[in-house]
């Protein structure tokens, strides 16, 4: 089992940069495939990205490809969202998530893949 928690969420002007993190505490996280997913309000949660367990496999959502950049520190048990050229459309709540894939390398799409989630960080792109 796993324990999600995001940081560093905020405020920021459209154009601008931020960086989300997602600590993980408990075992085994290089055997996790790890999920961004946000929900926007009045929105279904959407995905991302996504990232493999020794990130060879990286997805991202059409709408955030070459804005936004998955990445993993597994000896930090940390997950990272680096988020460029913010839009107010990005905003929403991110959420981490953790999908438990100890045999393969894969990174999951939808949300009913991912059994851990954390709490969730506020994103707001001010326009």
């Known amino acids: 089992q796993v324990q999600l928690v995001e940081s560093g969420g905020g405020l920021v002007q459209a154009g601008g940069s931020l960086r989300i993190s997602c600590a993980a505490s408990?075992?085994?996280?290089?055997?996790?495939?790890m999920g961004w997913f946000r929900q926007a309000p009045g929105k279904e949660r959407e995905i991302v990205a996504g990232?493999?367990?020794?990130?060879?496999?990286?997805y991202y959502a059409d709408s955030v490809k070459g804005r936004f950049t998955i990445s993993r520190d597994n000896a930090k048990n940390t997950v990272f969202l680096q988020m460029n050229s913010l839009k107010p459309e990005d905003t929403g709540v991110y959420y981490c998530?953790?999908?438990?894939?100890?045999?393969?390398?894969?990174?999951?799409?939808?949300?009913?893949?991912?059994?851990?989630w954390g709490q969730g960080t506020q994103v707001t792109v001010s326009s």
């Open positions: 998530a953790g999908d438990f894939r100890p045999g393969s390398e894969y990174a999951g799409t939808n949300e009913h893949e991912y059994d851990y």
């Open positions: 990232i493999s367990r020794s990130s060879v496999i990286i």
């Open positions: 408990g075992r085994a996280f290089n055997r996790y495939t």
